[in-house]
């Protein structure tokens, strides 16, 4: 495979010219967000195949010709475990490289593994190790030498092989576009949007909140979130979330309540102090109606319920196992609970998850069908009653 290292316009130019008119091309980015809120783009790896490029984005401006090859409808865009590579793409150029392919998923429907990695992987279908000397590498500081550039190779050099590997074993399964659902969410644009108003259901925590609590808790998260974005800096570094969720349960009304809150520190009470005493204000006026609802709170089950988790999941391990599936692809206990608490927005439920095991535990729940011991071995029937 011929190998090159980009970081001229004209090399970009004469790299992408040759090519355009692939079928696939394996892809994969280094970027560092230690400092930042957005991910910085340090480096893109890119093959088709025959020959694999790293082409550098710091040192090159003009990155046209690139766009132009990424956003080619008539090129399949493969990725191992892509989200942060797309959200590179999304933040820059507020577009997604379609269509694509995500070894990782295809590999979770295949059995080789719940969100197995590419070093894995590449072990698995090629029967080779990857270097990993270099996985901590600050790939935003120049120059970089022979062996980051060669571990960054790795990364798209095998994954075409991979890719190639997957589909043929998608197909020989019957399964070969079971994976549209999981790959059209991976291109749609709302799954790298981070709306202000929607950052608390991802502060950690929340789950113990309820109520009013939670409008506040979405106050102060949509202000720290806007923050962050505008300052291109670390949530953590603004508020950490758990004084996020201090402010939600104990809603201070004074500067001085606000010293009581552990890890709020002295500087950002003095600056900010009363701007928070008044998103928590504002959060405590909001009609009932208007406090947002946690559908991941923490469920209590009944004791008939919690018993209903387990057939379920029972149910769902042997389903697993006739699929060749390890269960955490299908769900986890989690979404177990929620869907016999009477959830029915699951994954579980959508696509090739409820194709294999969403529409039989339905039935489980509704008295159709059951497990039972035929010849010592559980089975799922709906042919007769159990005694």
């Known amino acids: 495979m011929l190998e090159r290292h980009i970081q001229t316009e ?4 004469e790299l992408c ?18 400092k930042t809120y957005y991910p910085q783009f340090c480096l893109l790896q890119i093959s088709n195949g025959e020959i694999a490029a790293t082409v550098d984005p710091i040192q090159i401006q003009e990155l046209q010709p690139l766009l132009d090859l ?32 995500d070894t990782q998923l295809a590999a979770s429907l295949l059995g080789l593994g719940d969100q197995v990695g590419y070093g894995n992987l590449v072990e698995q279908l090629l029967n080779h190790t990857l270097e990993k000397g270099h996985s901590r590498t600050d790939w935003s500081r120049r120059p970089l030498d022979e062996a980051q550039l060669r571990y960054a190779l790795d990364d798209v050099i095998y994954l075409g092989d991979i890719y190639i590997k997957l589909t043929g074993m998608l197909r020989d399964a019957g399964r070969e576009g079971w994976l549209q659902d999981d790959f059209d969410q991976l291109a749609n644009p709302d799954t790298y949007r981070n709306p202000p108003q929607e950052a ?38 603004i508020l950490k979330d758990e004084v996020l969720t201090d402010l939600a349960r104990r809603q201070p009304k004074s500067l001085e309540q606000l010293s009581r809150i552990r890890g709020l520190e002295p500087g950002v009470i003095k ?60 769900a986890n206990r989690k979404e177990i609970e929620s869907l016999v608490s009477g959830e029915r927005e699951l994954d579980i ?39």
Do not use: M
Request: glycine share 6%.
């Open 271 to 330: 600056r900010r102090g009363e701007l928070l005493l008044k998103l928590i204000a504002d959060a405590r006026a909001l009609p009932r109606e208007q406090w947002p609802r946690d559908k991941r709170r923490i469920i209590r089950l009944t004791p008939n319920q919690e018993a209903l988790t387990d057939l379920l999941y029972s149910c769902l391990r042997l389903l697993a196992e006739q699929n060749n599936i390890t269960p955490a692809a299908l």
């Open 17 to 34: 010219t040759q090519l355009a008119h692939s079928p696939w091309l394996a892809l994969d980015t280094e970027f560092v967000r230690e």
């Open 349 to 387: 439920l959508r696509g090739w998850r409820r194709t294999i095991a969403g529409n039989r535990l339905l039935e489980v729940l509704a008295g159709n069908c059951w497990p039972e011991l035929e010849n010592g071995q559980l089975v799922l029937s709906t042919t007769t009653t159990p005694d």
């Open 10 to 13: 004209q090399q970009l130019i």
């Open 200 to 237: 608390w259901k991802r502060i950690k925590g929340r789950q113990q909140l309820k109520g009013v609590q939670l409008a506040v808790l979405q106050g102060v998260a949509a202000w720290r979130e806007q923050e962050a974005q505008q300052a291109n800096r670390p949530k953590r570094w």
């Open 70 to 101: 990424l956003y080619d409808d008539a090129i399949i865009k493969v990725f191992h475990a892509g989200y942060q590579d797309l959200e590179i793409f999304y933040n820059l150029w507020g577009r997604l490289p379609t269509p694509l392919f």
